[in-house]
């Protein structure tokens, strides 16, 4: 069976500080792809980041940055030097290739605030 | 990336009556569209997937009766809440599949009813 999880529920941090969004994951499948996205007050996703579960170098896009570790089954984000603007929920999700397409599957989410 | 609208944002109706929310692929052809619920606090959870010219698969636990969907073309796949009661009153959001097997999901819909 597939699943994700995010532990952490909800973060508060003080705008400037940096943090990380865990993301454990199972599957039984070689070939997989994971990824993050941020769903902000207004509810649309915004896609961050895709990562082929063969591709464990990890990625660094400004303050965001992304560590993958196969051998634990983890995908963590770290928001660096966070924002107000970083406020939203963050989810981690696990896509399984399947025949006729994907299935993605989502964490709980952890909601994140910063404050200023 | 690839631009996905639902229509209408949000919507409120009475108990009973029947609410159709459309998803449509504006840039790219997606032959296969899921459909979301996600409740307040909550994560997304999948109801099902549609493909283009047959019918929906629906997780289980999911009244494919009451959640109708209909995916006539390549850009477009509805889904028909019936008879609908508050208790599902949610936010539904709808992702297309590109070629590339990228997903890009909707703005949602937000549906309340009274």
């Known amino acids: 069976a597939q699943k994700v999880t995010q532990a952490q529920t909800e973060i508060s941090v003080v705008e400037k500080e940096d943090v990380t969004l865990d993301c454990v994951y199972e599957t039984r499948d070689t070939t997989y792809y994971l990824f993050w996205y941020k769903q902000p007050p207004s509810g649309e996703l915004v896609f961050l980041i895709r990562r082929n579960s063969f591709d464990e170098q990890n990625e660094i896009s400004g303050r965001y940055s992304w560590n993958f570790q196969k051998s634990t089954s983890s995908f963590n984000f770290t928001i660096t030097a966070s924002q107000v603007v970083d406020s939203a929920v963050y989810f981690c999700?696990?896509?399984?290739?399947?025949?006729?397409?994907?299935?993605?599957?989502f964490g709980a989410g952890t909601r994140l605030f910063v404050k200023a | 990336g690839a631009v996905v609208s639902q229509h209408p944002s949000w919507v409120i109706c009475k108990s009973g009556t029947s609410v159709k929310i459309e998803c449509r692929s504006l840039d790219f052809q997606a032959t296969t569209m899921f459909w979301y619920r996600q409740f307040p606090k909550q994560s997304l959870m999948l109801m099902a997937t549609?493909?283009?010219?047959?019918?929906?698969?629906?997780e289980q636990g999911v009244e494919k009766d009451k959640f109708l969907i209909n995916h006539a073309s390549l850009t477009l796949s509805t889904l028909t809440v019936t008879s609908a009661h508050p208790e599902d009153s949610s936010f539904y959001i709808c992702s297309g599949l590109s070629s590339y097997n990228e997903q890009f999901f909707g703005p949602g819909t937000r549906l309340t009813v009274l």
């Open positions: 549609s493909n283009e010219g047959s019918k929906a698969t629906y």
């Open positions: 999700a696990l896509s399984p290739p399947e025949t006729g397409g994907f299935k993605t599957i």
